[in-house]
């Protein structure tokens, strides 16, 4: 059953890529490399250099601390982010806007591979989120929420 899910994860993740592609919009687009000292939450974390990124796309569950409380699978989201990134070397790619209102930096999030912002998503552990129209995976994001969606994943288990 896992081997199915993953597969069905890759075939949308490809499909999205080349839809993207074939649309003539720059799929590299700008990456950099940093290390990230401290996961913040499921769709925030810190680099060595200070900065906090926001990952785009994402809205994950908040957890304790946070302005609006804790929400049902903020630490589970927390969780699964600092396993897939903390202490790591990430791949950081721009998207259209630079900032959020908090000042944080908007990436799109690749580590050992894994595209953390899609992966968050297809384990039901974040929404689709768009910081703005034209944001170049949302169809991919849309995609893998419905995913987590019609096989009860994370948040969508009914848990």
Do not use: C
Not at 80 to 102: A, S
Not at 141 to 159: H, N
């Amino acid at each position: 059953m896992k081997s199915v899910s993953l597969l069905i994860i890759g075939v949308l993740v490809g499909l999205g890529i080349g839809y993207a592609a074939w649309h003539g919009q720059a799929v590299s687009g700008e990456f950099e490399t940093a290390v990230v000292v401290r996961v913040i939450d499921g769709d925030t974390v810190e680099l060595a250099d200070g900065r906090r990124v926001r990952y785009i796309g994402v809205d994950t569950p908040e957890v304790a601390g946070s302005p609006k409380g804790e929400q049902p699978w903020g630490r589970e989201a927390s969780a699964r982010n600092r396993e897939l990134v903390e202490k790591k070397t990430v791949e950081l790619q721009r998207g259209g806007r630079e900032t959020d209102d908090f000042g944080r930096i908007l990436r799109y999030v690749y580590v050992e591979g894994t595209f953390v912002n899609a992966q968050l998503i297809a384990e039901g552990l974040g929404r689709a989120y768009s910081f703005e129209p034209g944001d170049r995976y949302r169809q991919i994001f849309v995609q893998l929420e419905q995913y987590a969606r019609l096989t009860k994943k994370g948040m969508w288990s009914g848990s």
